[in-house]
Structures are given as C-alpha cells and as structure tokens.
C-alpha cells in the first residue's frame, strides 16, 4: 500500500470517529466541488482540530484569512457563542458567493461576516473600524503573504490570543532555503517571525493525510 493512500485510510478512520461529517459540511464540500472551487479545503480532522482550538481558546470573536467556499469556516464558527463573531476574507469574489450559501445552509450566517477583495486591502479597513481583539486568527491564504498576514494579525489581536497558519511545511520544501518559491519564502519569513517576535510563542507541526505531506504552525501572542 502506498503512503498516501494509507494516510487516505488512516483519515478516513479518524473521521469516521471523531470528526463525522453532517449535512451542511457535506453540502459545503459538494456545492465547493460543483463550482469548480479548488480542493484545497480543510480535511474533517483538520476542521475538527479548528473547532477544538477555538472552543479551549474560548474565542468569542474570530478573524479568518482565506475563506474559500466556507468549509473551515463552518467548523470554526460552530465553536463560537451566540453573540460571537468571524470575520473571513476571501479574494475571489466567486469563491465568497458559494461561502455565503455554504455558511447560510448551515445556519450560521448571523454569525459570520464574509469580505471580497485582497486580504491585504481589507485588513486596514478592518483595523480602521477599531474591532474588540481577535481571539482566534486562522490564515489559509496565499502562501507569500504570510508574513504580512501574521504583521496583521498582530495588530488585530491581544495578550493570550492564538494564531495558526495552516500550510507552511509544502511538501518539505520549507526546509529549502535556497528556493525561490513564493509560498516556500513566505512560509519561512513567517516561521521565523514567529521564531524571532518578543510578542509571540509558537511552534510548527509536520502532518500528513488526504492532503498530502504538509502541517500548520501555531503561535500565542505574549503580552
């Protein structure tokens, strides 16, 4: 049997167990699929993980970078109260529309704010609304702006709140300092800002499973 397969299975198991699907995730997925979105989304267990790290971080308010079609932002929101808050960022206009049926169908809309346009572009108009911290910050957008979207974060967090970059091991490659990969680069600066900041405290994981060989890093804002 092949290593990814086995990770296949080996996911497929873990979900079954601890991370089963309903219908509005399933439908998230499905309708992703149906409209050409790229299958890049969240695995079960990684959503699972997500809302697990929102839940003990006892977020009430959640920023998200990279909405896609609203997979890994059903999960996280699923953690929030009643009066809690997400806001996610999506550049692709198209990709927004099917995140905000996504969202809707599974009942979750009154809590989630969905914006278009550059993530780069929406952050200062976010900060310039001077919202409460952010208690949670997932990034899952492009790779080459990480650093910049950990500067933001930053910035729109306080003492004890949690990040977490999904995505920064690319198959290995971010051991290569010699590429010239955008999201290699990007996921290295942000690895080393995390590494090198007197306002944070973090770690990265190396995972494998239906995604590949990849992991995320997390990072604690420190007073």
Do not use: C
Request: charged share 20%; no cysteine.
């Amino acid at each position: 049997m092949s290593d990814s397969r086995l990770w296949d299975d080996v996911d497929a198991y873990f979900t079954s167990h601890l991370s089963p699907g309903d219908d509005a995730l399933a439908a998230a997925l499905r309708e992703s699929d149906a409209a050409g979105l790229p299958p890049v989304a969240v695995t079960a267990p990684q959503g699972k993980l997500l809302h697990l790290l929102a839940q003990v971080q006892g977020a009430r308010t959640i920023l998200e970078i990279g909405t896609l079609g609203g997979y890994s932002t059903i999960w996280l929101a699923r953690a929030l109260p009643a009066d809690g808050r997400l806001v996610t960022l999506e550049y692709s206009a198209r990709h927004a529309e099917v995140a905000v049926r996504n969202i809707a169908r599974a009942g979750l809309d009154s809590l989630v704010d969905v914006r278009v346009g550059p993530a780069l572009e929406s952050l200062p108009k976010l900060a310039d609304e001077n919202p409460p911290p952010f208690d949670l910050v997932f990034i899952d957008a492009d790779k080459g702006n990480n650093p910049h979207y950990l500067e933001w974060a930053l910035r729109l967090t306080s003492t004890g709140s949690l990040i977490v970059i999904d995505n920064v091991v690319r198959g290995g490659r971010v051991a290569d300092a010699a590429s010239d990969a955008d999201d290699v680069r990007g996921s290295r600066a942000a690895i080393e800002m995390i590494g090198s900041h007197p306002r944070l405290s973090g770690t990265a994981i190396q995972t494998v499973g239906s995604k590949g060989y990849d992991g995320f890093a997390l990072a604690r804002v420190l007073a």
